[in-house]
């Protein structure tokens, strides 16, 4: 790893492609990140965070990107966007174009527009930015004007897609890849892993030490102690939903997230069949390319157990994540280490019980367990999941206890407020 630079940075800036109005996950976490970093500066003045985002149009919402500006001050933080103004949503060409007009864009400003005392926070969104960051330093070094960078995994490419058998290790750009992230992640200050397993694949494959690693787990965008804390026949979204599943007797089993590659959601679908005969009704919250395939999926079974509906903005995460009695998180064993579902601290904040079908050293497998807040599944079948919604429906007091110490687990280890403080001291380091 480079060393610390001599100045503390008076200026951070994070770069993620998706940020605040976007409202996927990734959006929301750093959105929220920036904000609570911006407005708590330290009182000496030569460490405080003055908060920029290098950023690409939004395209979540049709249209948004048009009107979105160049340059925004979106409260104490300062937006900049650049690449082409188009919607990535609409095709795979037209997410590669926004990607590498976004790329661009980046290794211009990293190369002649930022000050050597920045410290620069890349998340791996897309997967290439922390390898133009890299790109930008070795530009720099020419002049002697390198800045300080770290990395923030949030998932590792082209890892997952060897582990989901996607491409083979055989081929030569892989290998170029995965070499080019040795170097990347070798530079860097720090990097910033999401978990236990995520820093123990480091280790393995990117032979990465423990010094060069820091692990700060994602955290709830929504803070429960602000937030109306509620039952779920009490929220707005409750309200809502068909009529089927608003009987008292109904377990509600909510799914809220991503729905890529990385999540098994034809599996959610089988099993809500194989459980079609008890008053369970299954809440799909959230989008993604396994999304379409899986209401298909549902449609031809005929299923009236389901209800599904697009991400949900951030001012209505509280409530639609407390719309439930039990939520699911979903870890394909394959891509153990390569990611961590952020969607398993909005609910332990939101107070309700998890049921994870995850590899048992999955970090969500381990916290689970620490802190008895779930049932953890290492079978990934439909089966074992109907087999287990099945136990928890006729033993409600335990799913209620569950959720009970979710909540405490949150408060006590993974509050937003412990994850801002982490990343505040690693950021400000001399």
Request: proline share 4%; aromatic share 10%; hydrophobic share 40%.
């Amino acid at each position: 790893m480079s060393k610390n630079r001599e100045k503390t940075a008076d200026e951070v800036i994070i770069i993620t492609q998706v940020f605040h109005p976007d409202t996927q996950a990734t959006s929301q976490l750093l959105s929220t990140l920036a904000t609570a970093l911006s407005r708590s500066q330290p009182q000496n003045e030569t460490q405080s965070l003055k908060i920029t985002v290098l950023a690409s149009y939004p395209s979540k919402v049709r249209g948004q990107a048009k009107r979105a500006q160049s340059l925004e001050q979106w409260g104490d933080v300062l937006i900049k966007r650049g690449g082409l103004k188009i919607d990535s949503k609409k095709s795979l060409f037209h997410r590669a174009f926004s990607y590498l007009s976004y790329l661009l864009w980046l290794l211009y400003v990293l190369t002649f527009k930022v000050n050597k005392n920045h410290r620069i926070l890349v998340v791996t969104n897309p997967p290439f930015a922390p390898l133009i960051v890299y790109i930008a330093t070795r530009l720099r070094s020419l002049t002697r004007s390198s800045f300080a960078y770290y990395v923030l995994l949030h998932d590792i490419y082209p890892d997952g897609l060897l582990a989901l058998g996607k491409i083979k290790s055989e081929y030569w750009w892989v290998k170029l890849w995965r070499s080019l992230n040795r170097q990347t992640f070798a530079a860097a200050e720090r990097v910033i892993t999401l978990g236990r397993d995520m820093s123990e694949h480091c280790k393995n494959v990117y032979q990465l030490s423990s010094d060069d690693l820091t692990v700060i787990t994602n955290w709830s965008p929504v803070d429960f102690d602000l937030a109306k804390k509620c039952q779920a026949s009490q929220t707005d979204l409750w309200q809502q939903l068909p009529a089927n599943a608003q009987n008292p007797k109904v377990m509600l089993v909510q799914y809220s997230g991503n729905m890529g590659l990385w999540h098994d959601i034809d599996g959610i679908v089988e099993a809500a069949d194989l459980v079609k005969d008890l008053p369970i009704h299954f809440l799909m919250i959230g989008d993604g390319r396994r999304k379409p395939s899986a209401q298909a999926y549902a449609q031809s079974l005929d299923l009236n157990n389901m209800t599904w509906l697009p991400f949900q903005d951030l001012d209505k995460l509280s409530d639609s994540l407390q719309c439930t009695h039990l939520s699911l998180v979903s870890q394909r064993p394959e891509v153990l280490g390569i990611m961590v579902p952020s969607k398993y601290y909005g609910i332990l904040a939101s107070g309700r019980a998890v049921l994870a079908q995850a590899p048992a050293q999955s970090e969500i497998a381990l916290s689970i367990k620490e802190h008895q807040c779930g049932v953890v599944l290492s079978d990934p079948s439909p089966q074992a999941l109907a087999a287990q919604l099945r136990t928890l429906y006729l033993d409600r007091e335990q799913v209620d206890q569950m959720g009970i110490h979710a909540y405490h687990a949150y408060q006590k280890e993974y509050s937003f407020s412990q994850a801002v403080n982490l990343f505040r001291a690693l950021l400000n380091k001399n």
